[in-house]
């Protein structure tokens, strides 16, 4: 089973400040995802990225830039956090179109 | 609206019961995944399909393609069954591997 991990498991901000969300995956897969889910809507792709170096637009990536610095590590950057963007992330990895796995989720607040 | 739309949003079940859960499709889904995020928040494949069924002890899940749907049964429900179920399609047309989810059904499961 596909070892993701994210760091931090919470954290708090203040409106401007900057955020970065790490996500590490240990079963050499392809595809890296950030997701954030909200009520109501429940889980929405922000990036997702196919090998180190690689990045891709989700469905909701205003105010989020994304980065694959290795096959393991990718990161999530909010460089001027807003209230807007207070929810729980998820990363994800799968192998192509396979399974996707999901590490343990970090829950922001933006204050 | 909705690309994928769960039913139904909630759902009450006694231990020993059993029960479907439903996704349509809006999109032309190629693939299917049904997640269960657990009372703890962590979300847990469960099935990736391609049209056809699998089975896995108590949980069996279905895709047609042609009819844009998928099902989720649960056989002889159980407490540890409780939290809430999303599926999840990646859609053909250049999706690259990403997946819209549906806004989940909220399954709890009493004694």
């Known amino acids: 089973e596909a070892a993701v991990t994210q760091s931090p498991r919470n954290k708090v901000t203040v409106t401007g400040g900057n955020v970065t969300l790490s996500c590490r995956q240990t079963?050499?897969?392809?595809?890296m995802y950030w997701y954030r889910q909200d009520t109501g809507h429940g889980l929405r792709l922000i990036h997702y990225s196919y090998g180190a170096g690689n990045l891709q637009i989700g469905d909701v990536p205003d105010g989020y830039k994304a980065t694959r610095t290795t096959q393991e590590d990718f990161f999530l950057l909010l460089e001027l956090a807003s209230p807007s963007q207070t929810s729980l992330y998820f990363c994800?990895?799968?192998?192509?179109?396979?399974?996707?796995?999901f590490g343990p989720g970090t829950r922001l607040t933006v204050l | 609206g909705d690309k994928v739309k769960q039913s139904p949003s909630a759902l009450s079940l006694q231990e020993g019961t059993n029960s479907a859960l439903r996704c349509n499709f809006s999109?032309?889904?190629?693939?299917v995944q049904w997640f269960l995020q657990n009372p703890r928040g962590s979300l847990i494949n469960l099935f990736y399909l391609v049209p056809g069924t699998k089975e896995n002890g108590r949980l069996k899940s279905a895709f047609d393609s042609k009819e844009s749907y998928s099902t989720l049964h649960i056989r002889d429900a159980q407490l540890e069954d409780s939290g809430t179920y999303f599926c999840?399609?990646?859609?053909?047309?250049?999706?690259?591997?990403?997946?819209?989810f549906g806004k989940g059904t909220l399954l709890t499961v009493t004694p």
């Open positions: 079963n050499s897969h392809n595809y």
């Open positions: 999840a399609a990646e859609g053909s047309g250049g999706s690259n591997y990403k997946l819209t």
């Open positions: 999109i032309a889904a190629t693939t």
């Open positions: 994800a990895s799968s192998v192509s179109s396979y399974e996707q796995y």
